[in-house]
Nanobody, 124 residues
Framework: QVQLVESGGGLVQAGGSLRLSCAASERTFGTYVMGWFRQAPGKEREFVAAISWSGGTTYYADSVKGRFTISRDNAKNTVDLQMNSLKPVDTAVYYC?????????????????WGQGAQVTVSS
C-alpha cells in the first residue's frame, strides 16, 4: 500500500509560481509511474502531468505545457510539480497519483494510489 501526501498548495496571484510536492511512503516508489491530476469545482478530474519511473520521460496536458514541470527524486521518494505563469483557470485541488501500470498518455488508467489533494488558488 502506497501512501501519498501532497504539500505546497496555497494562494497566488496570476502570473505567479507555486511548487507542489508529493511524498510517498513506499520504498519501491522508483518502480511507479507518477502523475499529477487536478479537479476544479464542478468539473471532472483531469490529467496534468506524468513522469516515468526513471524520470526520463514526461508527458503534459496541452493546457500546462511550457508552464508546468514535473520531476522526481527516487532517493527521496518524492515527485514535484513546478507551476509557473499561473492563471485563474489553474485553480483546483491537485492530486498526486502512483501506478505501476499507468501509461504516459494523459489518461487516469493504471493509477492505483491517490493522495488527499492540495488546494491551489490563483487570483486574478
Amino acid at each position: 500500500q502506497v501512501q501519498l501526501v501532497e504539500s505546497g498548495g496555497g494562494l497566488v496571484q496570476a502570473g505567479g509560481s507555486l511548487r507542489l510536492s508529493c511524498a510517498a511512503s513506499e520504498r519501491t516508489f522508483g518502480t511507479y509511474v507518477m502523475g499529477w491530476f487536478r479537479q476544479a469545482p464542478g468539473k471532472e478530474r483531469e490529467f496534468v502531468a506524468a513522469i516515468s519511473w526513471s524520470g526520463g520521460t514526461t508527458y503534459y496536458a496541452d493546457s500546462v505545457k511550457g508552464r508546468f514541470t514535473i520531476s522526481r527524486d527516487n532517493a527521496k521518494n518524492t515527485v514535484d510539480l513546478q507551476m509557473n505563469s499561473l492563471k485563474p483557470v489553474d485553480t483546483a485541488v491537485y492530486y498526486c497519483a502512483a501506478g505501476f501500470r499507468a501509461r504516459l498518455d494523459g489518461s487516469n488508467r493504471g493509477y492505483d494510489y491517490w493522495g488527499q489533494g492540495a488546494q491551489v488558488t490563483v487570483s486574478s
